[in-house]
């Protein structure tokens, strides 16, 4: 079998399904939107459902966090004949357990969007492979993070499981979310994007002023109706959301390495530590800043440039169609003069996408976190 064969065929489901798999049925969502979260796959076929059902004692519920490249998937949500984050997972369970799952995610990210943690719910009885019928106690989820690992790193090693948590039967991950945060990252610079931030972040060859967008996110932040942010496919019945958190940060790129002056500063730092320790706090305070103050990068043949980096942070309990990434495409035209706050105000309050700048390209966007109340809920 082909390279591409196997991996059309990792993300096939079995056609058996178990008696308490659920069936399909129209939702009706408890939390009054649409389900038109940031980056969902709509148009990419019918989504699978849940109905409520009787808890079976010998069925045990589980929230699986889980992380992502999203490059080489076509998004989360399950779809035929492509790699989708739902497919692979549901496929290293059947693996795992001898039976096919269902997988229930609650962010649908796009194709080629990442996560930190992205979450899902799982049902899984456990049945002996020994003695077919037999049915066992449920699994630890040590032990469940442990075994569904082992499968998806035989896959593209791209996704993985870093934590797991059993949850009462009528715990849902999507409906029981309380926020959402989602980080996109830009690097601006004029020199070509390194290999290694390939399709992890949008590259603006030009500069960025940190403060012009940092006004913009004031304008942005809280109750508004979004209608010149949300694609056009968006289903949401209304664009009234509350953007509870954006801002812009600058931060060191995770792939910066120490120069030559940065080494000299810590060593130097660490030879003269006695020294120091003799000296008043303000000393002290004076001589780091000095050295910090020398740290110039030295041209150097075969030493790349470093990119500035911003990391744009949106934080709410729910996001209408590709939001998250049309708010930055408009950070992004202010960070580079092309619009100014003032426009912004006006892209608002204009109610329609096409007021709106480009939208930002899907590889810089990463889903950060979704909050639970587990508490509450156990």
């Given at each position: 079998?082909?390279?591409?064969?196997?991996?059309?065929?990792?993300?096939?489901?079995?056609?058996?399904?178990?008696?308490?798999?659920?069936?399909?049925?129209?939702?009706?969502?408890?939390i009054?939107?649409?389900?038109?979260?940031?980056?969902?796959?709509?148009?990419?076929?019918?989504?699978?459902?849940?109905?409520?059902?009787?808890?079976?004692?010998?069925?045990?519920?589980?929230?699986?966090?889980?992380?992502?490249?999203?490059?080489r998937?076509?998004?989360?949500?399950?779809?035929?004949n492509?790699?989708?984050?739902?497919g692979?997972?549901?496929?290293?369970?059947?693996?795992?357990?001898?039976?096919?799952v269902?997988?229930?995610?609650s962010?649908?990210?796009?194709a080629?969007?990442?996560?930190?943690?992205?979450?899902?719910?799982?049902?899984?009885?456990r049945?002996?492979?020994?003695k077919?019928?037999?049915?066992?106690?449920?699994?630890?989820?040590?032990?469940?993070?442990?075994?569904?690992?082992?499968?998806?790193?035989?896959?593209?090693?791209?996704?993985?499981?870093?934590?797991?948590?059993?949850?009462?039967?009528?715990?849902?991950?999507?409906?029981?979310?309380?926020?959402?945060?989602?980080?996109?990252?830009?690097?601006?610079?004029?020199?070509?994007?390194?290999?290694?931030e390939?399709?992890?972040?949008w590259?603006?060859?030009?500069?960025?002023?940190?403060?012009?967008?940092?006004?913009?996110?004031?304008?942005?932040?809280?109750?508004?109706?979004?209608?010149?942010?949300?694609?056009?496919?968006?289903q949401?019945?209304?664009?009234?959301?509350?953007?509870?958190?954006l801002?812009?940060?600058?931060?060191?790129s995770?792939?910066?390495?120490?120069?030559i002056?940065?080494?000299?500063?810590?060593?130097?730092?660490v030879?003269?530590?006695?020294a120091?320790?003799?000296?008043?706090?303000?000393?002290?305070?004076?001589?780091?800043?000095?050295?910090?103050?020398?740290?110039?990068?030295?041209?150097?043949?075969?030493?790349?440039?470093?990119h500035?980096?911003?990391?744009?942070?949106?934080?709410?309990r729910?996001?209408?169609?590709h939001?998250?990434?049309l708010l930055?495409?408009?950070?992004?035209?202010?960070?580079?003069?092309?619009?100014?706050?003032n426009?912004?105000?006006?892209i608002?309050?204009?109610?329609?996408?096409?007021a709106?700048s480009?939208?930002?390209p899907?590889?810089?966007?990463?889903?950060?976190?979704?909050?639970?109340?587990?508490?509450?809920?156990?």
């Amino acid at each position: 079998m082909s390279a591409d064969q196997s991996r059309q065929s990792l993300n096939r489901r079995p056609g058996n399904h178990s008696p308490e798999r659920p069936q399909k049925i129209a939702r009706v969502n408890p939390i009054g939107e649409s389900g038109c979260e940031e980056e969902e796959n709509q148009r990419k076929g019918p989504i699978v459902t849940e109905t409520k059902m009787n808890p079976n004692p010998r069925v045990q519920r589980y929230l699986i966090a889980i992380e992502y490249i999203g490059t080489r998937f076509a998004g989360a949500q399950q779809q035929s004949n492509c790699r989708t984050v739902v497919g692979v997972l549901e496929e290293a369970f059947h693996k795992f357990i001898g039976q096919p799952v269902s997988i229930f995610c609650s962010s649908r990210t796009d194709a080629g969007v990442h996560a930190l943690s992205n979450v899902c719910h799982v049902d899984v009885e456990r049945i002996s492979k020994r003695k077919p019928g037999e049915t066992l106690p449920p699994h630890e989820p040590a032990v469940v993070k442990k075994a569904v690992n082992h499968f998806l790193q035989k896959n593209e090693g791209d996704i993985m499981v870093i934590d797991v948590q059993s949850v009462p039967s009528d715990f849902h991950s999507r409906y029981k979310a309380q926020e959402r945060t989602y980080f996109y990252r830009l690097l601006s610079g004029p020199e070509p994007l390194s290999t290694f931030e390939k399709d992890r972040a949008w590259h603006v060859a030009d500069e960025l002023d940190l403060l012009s967008m940092q006004k913009a996110c004031q304008v942005l932040v809280g109750r508004h109706d979004f209608s010149s942010f949300r694609a056009a496919a968006c289903q949401a019945k209304s664009p009234i959301r509350s953007l509870d958190e954006l801002n812009v940060t600058e931060v060191v790129s995770p792939l910066s390495f120490p120069s030559i002056k940065e080494r000299e500063q810590s060593n130097y730092l660490v030879e003269d530590s006695f020294a120091t320790s003799l000296k008043s706090e303000s000393e002290v305070s004076h001589v780091s800043s000095t050295i910090t103050s020398q740290v110039e990068p030295i041209p150097t043949f075969g030493m790349r440039k470093q990119h500035r980096c911003f990391v744009v942070t949106a934080r709410a309990r729910s996001f209408l169609y590709h939001q998250v990434r049309l708010l930055v495409g408009v950070l992004k035209s202010v960070g580079t003069g092309n619009l100014t706050v003032n426009d912004v105000e006006r892209i608002l309050k204009a109610k329609t996408v096409a007021a709106a700048s480009p939208m930002a390209p899907a590889c810089g966007l990463y889903l950060g976190h979704v909050k639970f109340d587990l508490a509450s809920d156990m």
